[in-house]
C-alpha cells in the first residue's frame, strides 16, 4: 500500500549548523505535503504546508527563513532546519495525501527526532 | 481557546473496560474527523475516520460526531493491554488539494492486566 518514508529517524547535530529532513511518497505523488511538530507531551502543531512546485504556506510563529522547505517533485519534500538551536529539538513528522476512487487517505512518515546539542 | 481541545489524562482502566475519549472544537468548518493512535516515539496510526455527523463502527472501535455540539468520541470496546498508547483527535476543514489536520493534544490511555 501506500507509504510515506522519512528520512532520517534520528539525527543529533551541534548548535549552529543545519539539517535537512527528507519525506517522500513512495507509490504516490502528492502536490500537497505538510510538515508538522510535535514537543514532547504536546500535540502535532501544523508547521507549513508544502507545495510541488511553488513556495510552501508556513503557520503562524514559524520562521519560514529558519524552517526551509523544498518540494521539488511529486514525491519528495525536504524539510531543512537552519541554525538549529537546543529550542528546536524536537518530533518532526510529515504527511502526504494520496487521492484514489475510494477518496482521500491521509498517510503520516514515521517521523523525524531531532536533538540539537 | 484552541481549535480543539483534548483532555491530556492519563486514562487508566482495567482490561476489558469499555473506554472514551473525546475532543471538542470550536472551528465548525470542520468536515473531517480522524482518530489517532501513537505510541511512544512513533508517527501516528490512524484509527478512525468520519465525515461530517454520525457514527462509525470498526470493530472494538466506535467514533461519534456531534456537530451540533462540535463534539466528538471514541470508544473502545473490550480494551486490551495493547491498547495503551496516546489517543490523538484530528480534523479538518479542506479536502481539495490535501488535509493540514488540527490535532488534539492527546489523551495517555493505559489499560492494565
Known amino acids: 500500500g501506500a507509504v510515506v518514508s522519512q528520512h532520517p529517524s534520528w539525527v543529533i547535530c551541534k548548535s549552529g549548523t543545519s539539517v535537512k529532513i527528507e519525506c517522500r511518497s513512495l507509490d504516490f505523488q502528492a502536490t500537497t505535503m505538510f510538515w508538522y511538530r510535535q514537543f514532547p507531551k504536546q500535540s502535532l502543531m501544523l508547521m507549513a504546508t508544502?507545495?510541488?512546485?511553488?513556495?510552501?504556506?508556513?503557520e503562524q510563529g514559524v520562521e519560514k527563513d529558519k524552517f526551509l522547505i523544498n518540494h521539488a517533485s511529486l514525491t519528495l519534500s525536504t524539510l531543512t532546519v537552519t541554525s538549529a538551536h537546543p529550542e528546536d529539538s524536537s518530533f518532526y513528522i510529515c504527511s502526504a495525501t494520496s487521492t484514489g476512487s475510494s477518496g482521500n487517505t491521509i498517510y503520516f512518515g514515521e517521523g523525524s527526532w531531532l536533538t540539537v546539542v | 481557546q484552541k481549535e480543539v481541545e483534548q483532555d491530556p489524562g492519563p486514562l487508566s482502566v482495567p482490561e476489558g473496560a469499555i473506554v472514551s475519549l473525546n475532543c471538542t472544537y470550536s472551528?465548525?468548518?470542520?468536515?473531517?474527523f480522524m482518530w489517532y493512535r501513537q505510541y511512544s516515539r512513533k508517527g501516528p496510526e490512524l484509527l478512525m475516520y468520519t465525515y461530517s455527523s454520525g457514527n462509525k463502527e470498526d470493530g472494538r472501535f466506535t467514533a461519534q460526531v456531534d456537530k451540533s455540539s462540535k463534539y466528538i468520541s471514541l470508544f473502545i470496546r473490550d480494551s486490551q493491554p495493547s491498547d495503551s498508547a496516546t489517543y490523538l483527535c484530528?480534523?479538518?476543514?479542506?479536502?481539495?488539494?490535501?488535509?493540514?489536520?488540527?490535532f488534539g493534544k492527546g489523551t495517555s490511555l493505559l489499560v492494565t492486566p
Open positions: 508544502s507545495n510541488e512546485g511553488s513556495k510552501a504556506t508556513y
Open positions: 472551528n465548525s468548518a470542520f468536515q473531517y
Open positions: 484530528a480534523m479538518s476543514k479542506n479536502s481539495n488539494s490535501g488535509y493540514a489536520l488540527n
